[in-house]
Antibody, heavy 127, light 113 residues
């Protein structure tokens, strides 16, 4: 059974960097079938996919256009976790942030729906 | 991006009655090479993350009660709860996984009448 455990601060000041971590159990961040995502949810934007990281002989990262210039997702194989760093935050980045795994097929090359989710972290951007 | 639009935004149904939620995508999510629709439905209860109910538009996730069913193809999809139970009160979302940038519908809030 896959479990995702999120950690990180709930309050970030405007213009600073939002950092969250998602620890994985029951799977590996570097498996050839795992795909690791960050998604956020706010009243104004609904559920918004932010980006993913996955390993298929090398590391791949894909980001939503809306946050592409500000977002970095990094795997940490030593701790079996992955992280989100969102730079230059504004109050519009206030949301519940989720990590999630995507189900895959075709030896991990076809990406499907989100089958496991973290518990969510409410992050407020305010001075 | 593919825009997902759900209707209605909210719905009140009596216990034991049928609930129907619609989802429309701005472009087809049907892969004609394998005849699969890249569409999933999620249920979200307060304070919890979304939980997948249906994928490939009509395949129930393991453990999901058979009162939940999905149908549709191409751009128009439906989630049906055949006999509403109290524990089904939640917000329901559709999501496409046809293109890399995943997108969700705005959600439909289901309540008891």
């Amino acid at each position: 059974q896959v479990q995702l455990q999120q950690s990180g601060p709930g309050l970030v000041k405007p213009s600073q960097t939002l950092s969250l971590t998602c620890a994985i159990s029951g799977d590996s961040v570097s498996s050839n079938t795992g795909v690791w995502n960050w998604i956020r949810q706010s009243p104004s934007r609904g559920l918004e996919w932010l980006g993913r990281t996955y390993y298929r002989s090398k590391w791949y990262n894909e980001y939503a256009v809306s946050v592409n210039s500000r977002l970095t997702i990094n795997p940490d194989t030593s701790k079996n976790q992955f992280s989100l760093q969102l730079n230059s935050v504004t109050p519009e980045d206030t949301a519940v942030y989720y990590c999630a795994r995507e189900a895959t097929g075709g030896n991990g090359w076809y990406l499907f729906y989100f089958d496991y989710w973290g518990q969510g972290t409410l992050v407020t951007v305010s001075s | 991006d593919i825009v997902m639009t759900q209707s209605p935004d909210s719905l009140a149904v009596s216990l034991g009655e049928r609930a129907t939620i619609n989802c429309k995508s701005s472009q087809s999510v049907l892969d004609s090479s394998n005849n699969k629709n890249f569409l999933a439905w999620y249920q979200q209860k307060p304070g919890q993350p979304p939980k997948v109910l249906i994928y490939w538009a009509s395949t129930r996730e393991s453990g999901v009660p058979d009162r939940f069913s999905g149908s549709g193809s191409g751009t128009d999809f439906t989630l049906t709860i055949s006999s509403l139970q109290a524990e089904d009160v939640a917000v329901y979302y559709c999501q496409q996984y046809f293109i890399s940038a995943r997108t969700f519908g705005q959600g439909t809030k289901l309540e008891i009448k």
